[in-house]
C-alpha cells in the first residue's frame, strides 16, 4: 500500500505566542517548531499500516526551510521519503489555497491512502484534509480513530460526540483526516535519525508548482484570548468529590 | 639461623620421575589452554573500546596496589572473609617463587636452596603464609558450605575441590618441615605436593577461580571513572544490541566475575523482588560469550538477560562500588537499554510518554514551560546575565515539582541571606538525566547540545544546583557534547557557608540518607552532614555513606510505571524511620518525592522530611530583601 501522510509544523504547544507587529500573524522570532499532533497520529497510523501489509509511506508539508526538520522527524519514525513545498507564506494562504498545493505533490504520486490529521493545531480551521479530498478526487472520512485493511478496502472507526463510534468500510483509494489519540505514538531513536539521512528528501517550491492563486478567505486580524478563570468546588464526601474529579479530569479537562 | 626450621626436598629425581613429572606438566597445561585460550579469544576478538585510555595511569596503579595487592576492597567490605581471602591471596603471591622453584627442583634447576641462607629465611617466611592460608581456606570451606550466605548462590562441587587442593598444597609444604626421612616420605610429600598444584591449574579457567588470572586485568584495565557511560562511535553503534557490540572491557568483565555475590546482595531491584540480578547480569553475559560469541547478531536481551530486568536498574551504583574485581555494572545495564530503546526495540507505555514529552517539550514532567516561567516571576527570581556569580540550576523538579520548588526556595533565601549573586536561565531543558539513563541517545544528545549552547550564549560560569542527577549529568554527561561549566550541588555550596549560617542546637535526631548520585556518584558524603548537623544531632541509617540504599528513583525509573516486587522507596523509607530519628533529611529532590509518598504510605508518627537546604534556612530570618 502506497500511502502519503500531509503533515504540518505548527509552534510547540508552551511556546510563548505573541502577535507580531501588525496584529496579522504571530511573532515567529522566538518559537520552537514541532510536528501538529494529529498528523503524527496520521503518521504512526502510515506506519503501523506500513508494518503490517508493506508498501510505501511518503511524508508531504508545505512551508518555509524549518519545516525540513519536521519532515526529517518523521523521516527518523520510519517514512520512507519526503516531499518538501517550500513556501514562506502559508500564512498568508487559506485552507483552498494549501490544498492545492499539496494536491499538486500528491496527485502525480497515485497513493492509495492519503492520511492528515483532522486539523492543526495553531489554526484549527480542520477543513486542509476535506478539500485535499475533493480536489484529489477521492472519498474521505474524518474524525479517525483507527483504520484496519480489509479485502476489499478499509475499515475505519470514527469518533462521534459523547463518545459514540461510528464504523465504516471504504474502499480504496481514500483519503482519512485523523483524530489525535487513537494510537500510540513511537519515540524517535538513533537508529531512526541515522537511517533518515540516506533517505530521499525532495524539495519543490511553490512557484515551480504554478500555483498562485488569490485567497479566497483572508486574514483580518488576530487576536489573544481573554484570561478567565473560574473555580469549581465539588461538594459531596471525599470519595463523591474525588469520583467527580476523575470525570471532569477526564470529560472537561482531557489530561486523563 | 639454625633456629629456622628446615624444609626437606628430595636430594636426586631419577628420569622416569622427570618424565612423568614432564607428561603431567604438559597435560596440566594444556587442560588449562583447553579452556583458557578460547576465552582469551573472545576477549580479544570483542570489538575495541572506542574511549580506552591507557593514561593517566597512576590511578590505575593506585587502584591495582590498593584493590588488588592490598586487597582494601575486599577486606573494608566484607572484614572476615575479606581478611581469610586476602591470607590466601598474599599466600599465593609468596608461594609463587615456592612453586617455580619447586618444579625447577626436579629439572635439576632448583635455585632456593632449602639450606641455605637465603633459602631458609624465605621458606620460613613461606611457611608463616602457608598456615595462616590453610587455616583461612578452612574457615572458608565452612562459610562456603555450613554457613552458606544466599548471595554466593549454589553450591558447587569445584568450590570443594579447590578449597581441598589449597588446603593440600599447604599441609604438603608444611609437612615437608618435619618429615626428613625416610626419603620415601620425602619423596611422597613432594609428590602429593606437585599433582596438588598441577591438578589446581586446569580448573582455574573452568571454574570462578578464573578471577585468579583475569581480575588483576579487569582491576587494572577498568574504564576508572565512576558509572561512566562510554560514547558511541560511528554509525552502526547503538549500545548493546548484539556480541558484536561487546568490548574487550566488557568481555574481559564478563570473564572476571568471581560470583561473591556482592553486587546482588547490595542491589536495591534484587532485595526488593525484581527480576534485575546484577550478578546474573554479569554471568548472563559470559553465558551469551560462551555460546555465540563476541561476533554474533543474536541479541543480548534474549536467552541471558532479559529486557524487564535491564529496565529495573535505578543505576544505583552499589553493585558497581561493591564489585572486588572492577566490573562495570552501570555501562553495562545502561548499554543494554541503549541497545533497546536507540533502536526502538524498548515498547513500554511510560517511557514512550517521557521521551515523546521530551522531544517537544522542555521538562520530563511534560508540563508547559509557561509554568516555570510563572514560578520564576512570582519569586522575583532574576535572569541569569553573565555578571552574577552562580546560575542556579532549577531542574525539572526545581522548576516544575511543588515540593522540589519549595527546596528551591530555601536555598534562594539563604542566597540571598548570604549575599551571593544569583541567577536563573530564562529558558533552560531537562538536564538529560532520566533519558540518559534509560539509554536514549538521540534525545540526550539533542537536550545536551540545546543546554551546552545557553550556557555559551549566557556565558555560565558556574552553576549551583539542588539536583545531584542534574549536577552528575552536566559535570560528566555532558562532556561528550562540550565543555560544561564548573557544578556545585547546594550541599556543596551551603558546607562553604556553614559557618556564616544560624545553627541551632536542638536534641532533635536528625538522620541523613545519601543519595546515590551525591555519595557513589560524586563523594560528597561529609558536605551535606555538615549542613544537616546545623540543626541537631546526626544519627546514621545502618546502611549509609557509600552502602547507602537508593530511594528508588534513579535511572529513569521515577517515570516509569509500579514496579514489581515491593517498592524500594518504602524499604528505605521504613529503615530510615526506624533510626528513631524526627528529621529524615535529603538531599535530592527525587528521594525526596520518594519519600514523601512512602511515609505517607506509612501514616502517622512519621519523620518529618526535609531537604538539607530547608533545615538550614529553617532559622533564617522569615523575610529577607532579594
Ligand atoms: S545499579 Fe543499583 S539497581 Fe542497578 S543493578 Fe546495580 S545495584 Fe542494582
Ligand atoms: S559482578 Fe563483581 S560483585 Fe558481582 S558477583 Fe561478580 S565479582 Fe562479585
Known amino acids: 500500500m502506497k500511502i502519503v501522510v500531509a503533515i504540518k509544523q505548527v509552534p510547540n504547544r508552551d511556546a510563548p505566542v505573541r502577535i507580531a507587529a501588525g496584529g496579522k500573524w504571530i511573532d515567529e522570532s522566538d518559537l520552537e517548531w514541532a510536528m501538529n499532533e494529529p498528523d503524527a497520529h496520521a503518521l504512526e497510523e502510515a506506519l503501523q499500516l506500513k508494518e503490517q501489509h508493506g508498501g510505501e509511506v511518503i511524508v508531504v508539508s508545505a512551508g518555509p526551510e524549518r519545516v525540513a526538520a519536521t519532515i526529517r522527524e518523521a523521516l527518523a519514525k520510519g517514512a520512507d521519503r519526503g516531499l518538501h ?53 477521492l472519498p474521505h472520512a474524518t474524525l479517525i480513530l483507527h483504520v484496519e485493511k480489509t479485502d476489499a478496502g478499509l475499515k475505519v472507526k470514527r469518533e462521534l460526540e459523547e463518545g459514540w463510534f461510528q464504523s465504516i468500510d471504504m474502499s480504496l483509494p481514500a483519503l482519512l483526516t485523523m483524530q489525535s489519540g487513537g494510537n500510540k505514538l513511537r519515540y524517535a531513536t538513533l537508529m531512526g535519525i541515522k537511517r533518515a539521512k ?59 | ?105 626436579i629439572l635439576g634447576l632448583g635455585f632456593l636452596d632449602p639450606a641455605g641462607r637465603v633459602g631458609r629465611i624465605y621458606f620460613a617466611v613461606a611457611a608463616l603464609f602457608a598456615i595462616a592460608c590453610a587455616v583461612a581456606i578452612a574457615c572458608l570451606f565452612v562459610r562456603r558450605f555450613f554457613v552458606q550466605p544466599q548471595w554466593l548462590g549454589r553450591l558447587s562441587w569445584e568450590s570443594g575441590l579447590i578449597a581441598l587442593l589449597i588446603f593440600m598444597l599447604m599441609a604438603t609444604y608444611l609437612a615437608a618441615f618435619f618429615v626428613a626421612a625416610p626419603a620415601g616420605a620425602v619423596r611422597a610429600l613432594w609428590w602429593a605436593h606437585t599433582l596438588a598444584l598441577l591438578a589446581f591449574l586446569p580448573l582455574i579457567p573452568h571454574t570462578k577461580h578464573l578471577h585468579l588470572v583475569l581480575s588483576p586485568f579487569s582491576v ?51 532485595a526488593t523482588g525484581k527480576q534485575l540480578n546484577p550478578k546474573e547480569i554479569v554471568l548472563g553475559l559470559r553465558g551469551y560469550l560462551d555460546e555465540f560469541g563476541p561476533a554474533s547478531e543474536e541479541p543480548l536481551l534474549g536467552k541471558y538477560a532479559s529486557q524487564q530486568a535491564a529496565f529495573e536498574c535505578t543505576t544505583c551504583g552499589a553493585c558497581e562500588f561493591q564489585c572486588p574485581v572492577g566490573i562495570e555494572h552501570v555501562p553495562i545495564l545502561v548499554g543494554l537499554r541503549r541497545g533497546a530503546v536507540n533502536t526502538g526495540a524498548w515498547d513500554d507505555a511510560y517511557g ?22 510563572k514560578f520564576v516571576e512570582k519569586n522575583a527570581l532574576s535572569i541569569f546575565d553573565g555578571t552574577q556569580e552562580y546560575c542556579l540550576w532549577l531542574g525539572c523538579m526545581g522548576a516544575y515539582d511543588p515540593h522540589g520548588r519549595e527546596i528551591v526556595l530555601a536555598l534562594v533565601r539563604i542566597m540571598r541571606h548570604l549575599g551571593t549573586s544569583f541567577g536563573v536561565l530564562r529558558k533552560e531543558k531537562c538536564s538529560g538525566d532520566p533519558v540518559r539513563r534509560l539509554g536514549n541517545d538521540f534525545l540526550f544528545q539533542q537536550l545536551a547540545e540545546a543546554n551546552l549552547d545557553a550556557m555559551v550564549q549566557n556565558r555560565v560560569k558556574k552553576i549551583v544546583s539542588i539536583c545531584p542527577h542534574c549536577v552528575r549529568t552536566i559535570q560528566e554527561d555532558w562532556k561528550e557534547f562540550g565543555t560544561p561549566p564548573e557544578v556545585e550541588h547546594h550541599s556543596e555550596f551551603l558546607a562553604k557557608f556553614a559557618s556564616q549560617l544560624p545553627s541551632f542546637q536542638s536534641q532533635q535526631k536528625i538522620v541523613f540518607h545519601d543519595p546515590c548520585y551525591l555519595g557513589r556518584y560524586r563523594n560528597a558524603y561529609n558536605e551535606p552532614r555538615q549542613v544537616a548537623a546545623l540543626a541537631g544531632e546526626l544519627v546514621e541509617a545502618p546502611r549509609s555513606r557509600e552502602r547507602s540504599f537508593c530511594c528508588g528513583a534513579g535511572g529513569g525509573l521515577a517515570f516509569l510505571g509500579e514496579e514489581r516486587g515491593e517498592r524500594v522507596s518504602h524499604v528505605r523509607a521504613a529503615e530510615l524511620a526506624a ?8 538531599a535530592c529532590p527525587f528521594c525526596n518525592t520518594m ?27 522569615e523575610r529577607n530583601a532579594g
Open chain 2, 595 to 621: 519519600f514523601r509518598d512512602a511515609l505517607a504510605a506509612r501514616g502517622g508518627g512519621a519523620p518529618e522530611l526535609m531537604d538539607i537546604a530547608q533545615i538550614a534556612a529553617r532559622r533564617l530570618p
Open chain 2, 1 to 105: 639461623m639454625n633456629l629456622l626450621p628446615t624444609l626437606t626436598e628430595p636430594r636426586h629425581f631419577v628420569l622416569w620421575e622427570r618424565a612423568l613429572f614432564a607428561a603431567l606438566a604438559g597435560a596440566s597445561a594444556y587442560g588449562f589452554w583447553r579452556r583458557f585460550g578460547p576465552i582469551l579469544g573472545r576477549i580479544l576478538q570483542s570489538k575495541k573500546d572506542p574511549d580506552f585510555r591507557l593514561f593517566p595511569i597512576t590511578k590505575r596503579v593506585r587502584d591495582f596496589v590498593w584493590e588488588v595487592l592490598l586487597e582494601a576492597k575486599v577486606i573494608r567490605e566484607r572484614p572476615l572473609a575479606g581478611v581469610a581471602h586476602a591470607l590466601v591471596f598474599w599466600a599465593f603471591c609468596v608461594f609463587a617463587l615456592v612453586t617455580l622453584n619447586h618444579c625447577a627442583a
Open chain 2, 579 to 586: 533510626t528513631g530519628a524526627e528529621v529524615i533529611a535529603a
Open chain 2, 220 to 270: 587494572f584495565l577498568s574504564r576508572g571513572g565512576f558509572a561512566q557511560i562510554p560514547p558511541l562511535r560511528g554509525d552502526e553503534d547503538f549500545g548493546l544490541v548484539a556480541g558484536k557490540d561487546l568490548t574487550r572491557l566488557v568481555s574481559l568483565q564478563a570473564y572476571s566475575c568471581v560470583e561473591c555475590g556482592r553486587c546482588m546482595e547490595h542491589c536495591p531491584a534484587n
Open chain 1, 198 to 256: 540516506s533517505k530521499e528528501m525532495r524539495a519543490v517550491s511553490a512557484a515551480e508548482l504554478g500555483i498562485e492563486l488569490a485567497p479566497v478567505v483572508t486574514l483580518e486580524q488576530i487576536s489573544a484570548p481573554k484570561k478567565q478563570k473560574s473555580t469549581q468546588i465539588l461538594s459531596g464526601s471525599a470519595k463523591e468529590a474525588a469520583a467527580a474529579l476523575v470525570e471532569k479530569l477526564k470529560t472537561e479537562a482531557r489530561v486523563l
Open chain 1, 85 to 137: 513545498i517550500v513556501s514562506d507564506d502559508l500564512g498568508a494562504r487559506d485552507a483552498l489555497g494549501v490544498a492545492r498545493l499539496l494536491a499538486a505533490v500528491i496527485k502525480p504520486e497515485n497513493p492509495d491512502l492519503v492520511l492528515t490529521g483532522l486539523q492543526s493545531e495553531d489554526l484549527g480551521l480542520g477543513q486542509t484534509g476535506v478539500i485535499l479530498a475533493e480536489l484529489l478526487g
Open chain 2, 352 to 373: 514512550a510518554k517521557l521521551f515523546l514529552a521530551l522531544e517537544k517539550g522542555s521538562n520530563a514532567l511534560g508540563l508547559s514551560t509557561t509554568e516555570r516561567d
